[in-house]
């Protein structure tokens, strides 16, 4: 009877391998060499982004308490789910029939431990999140170009020109396209094993940008020779202002954080042993600790060194004029990091989408290439990822508020994604029974994260929908 038991479950588990899209010719031709620096560079490239050109904003809503606070807690989050969460990447047959289910996406995950009405629920957070990010990163690069031709004229005209503040009236729509444009090509990378190269080259650019913000408000403290700022942050005249205020620099930071939904396509690439999940786990605890360092420093300067009139964003609100190269050097190297976040966070939805449409999506065309001649392509593949880019970049056009729409989709994503699936999903796997200590204090941690994204999506939406109909 033990034997027959056994078979059963091993024939369950069979199943599931099987609708979890595993095919093992495919897994014959996959060649898995990532290595912790690899997972680290994507990790860096999907987590400084747009977001840490907020956070000196969100210092300033929050004060000298609250903000730094604001930054450690979501960091801690953020080590706590990813951890779980990687652990989720390979599931064995428990009565050790040699029976592996490797979880290639985060919704290949969800479905396996918690089934098809959890998975439907996931894919719209998912898809909502993923599409969210490649919006804001439109956003970013445009502002950050228009940057660099402010700052140029600021050098010319003088600080503070008006002629440079109206300069380009409605180019930013001008940059988002052409920020399209090299993203339509990016696009056709096949998938993440064959984007490395791109990650390596977005973190250092991350990594060049993020000194330069942590180096400039440094230095204007010290030329200030007064540290400003005060512990509850910038006073507003009226407290529910205030309190809208707070809610959206908590969305802002939010944001600034998870890299969940792309962490088991991370983990996909790396080669073992060691284990995957080990590798996962010291390549997120080190990025996570960078990542802290340079949000605290650009954080907090930026708030001690504006105070109050702290932009909302760092490198393109221009408390900082000169040296007007070193502006035009960090905001290049924003544009060139933000072209790898973009697909970081784009391949995922693309493979969701090709996964959806199943054999018609892997079909390869033999076409006629003007100037190159009949070359073969997935027509598929070139129509959808075209389509999904230009979406992205209508969206961004209609809602140009950098602030709040980080804040409004940190905010509406980081309980569902970041929180509630990593945690059902290690509860199922680890068999916590319900009621017990450790279930408790593990459904309260949850319970609380939503409170504090629920208050930060209701500040953040305020200043979206309120902005648009100013």
């Known amino acids: 009877m ?96 040699g029976v592996v289910v490797r979880n290639k996406s985060y919704v290949q995950a969800v479905r396996l431990y918690l089934g098809e009405k959890s998975r439907l629920f996931c894919g719209f957070f998912l898809s909502i999140s993923l599409f969210g990010s490649s919006v804001v990163y439109t956003l970013t690069s445009a502002t950050s170009m228009r940057a660099i031709q402010k700052a140029n004229c600021y050098h010319t005209e003088g600080h503070g020109a008006a002629a440079c503040s109206a300069a380009g009236g409605g180019s930013d ?52 020779g007064v540290i400003k700022g005060a512990i509850g942050g910038i006073a507003l005249a009226y407290p529910t202002q205030k309190v809208w205020r707070i809610a959206q620099a908590l969305g802002d930071i939010a944001f600034a954080y998870p890299y969940s939904l792309v962490l088991l396509e991370i983990e996909d690439t790396l080669r073992s042993p060691p284990a995957e999940s080990e590798t996962m786990k010291t390549a997120s605890r080190a990025s996570i600790v960078v990542t802290t360092f340079f949000y605290l420093g650009c954080g907090c300067f930026g708030y001690a060194a504006f105070g109050d009139a702290t932009p909302g964003n760092l490198l393109t609100g221009f408390g900082f004029y000169e040296p007007y190269w070193l502006i035009d050097l960090a905001n290049l190297c924003i544009v060139l990091h933000l072209l790898g976040g973009y697909q970081v966070y784009s391949q995922p939805a693309f493979a969701l989408a090709e996964r959806w449409f199943g054999t018609e999506a892997s079909t390869i065309d033999v076409v006629e290439v003007p100037l190159l001649g009949r070359r073969r392509v997935n027509v598929f593949r070139l129509c959808y990822r075209t389509a999904y880019v230009a979406a992205a970049t209508a969206v961004a056009v209609w809602f140009p ?49 939503l409170l504090v994204c629920a208050f930060a999506f209701l500040g953040s939406a305020v200043g979206v929908f309120g902005s648009k109909e100013s």
């Open 2 to 97: 033990g034997e027959e038991e056994g078979d059963r479950r091993s024939e369950a588990l069979l199943e599931k391998l099987s609708e979890s899209s595993y095919n093992p010719s495919e897994e014959r031709q996959v060649q898995r060499t990532g290595t912790v620096w690899t997972a680290m560079a994507h990790i860096i490239t999907a987590v400084i982004g747009s977001g840490v050109l907020s956070l000196a904003w969100s210092v300033a809503q929050l004060g000298w308490v609250g903000g730094p606070a604001a930054i450690v807690f979501f960091a801690g989050v953020t080590v706590v789910q990813s951890s779980l969460l990687a652990d989720c990447y390979i599931s064995r047959d428990a009565d050790g029939h």
């Open 173 to 224: 729509v001008y940059y988002m396209v052409l920020f399209a444009l090299a993203q339509m090509v990016l696009s056709l990378i096949p998938d993440f094993h064959n984007m490395a190269w791109l990650s390596v080259f977005a973190a250092v650019m991350s990594f060049s940008y993020s000194f330069i913000g942590f180096g400039l408000g440094a230095a204007k403290v010290i030329e200030n």
């Open 401 to 449: 508020y950098f602030n709040q729409v980080v804040g409004l989709i940190g905010a509406f994503s980081f309980w569902p994604l970041a929180i509630h699936f990593p945690v059902e999903m290690y509860l199922a796997q680890a068999k916590v029974a319900p009621w017990t200590a450790r279930w408790l204090a593990i459904q309260a941690f949850s319970a609380a994260c």
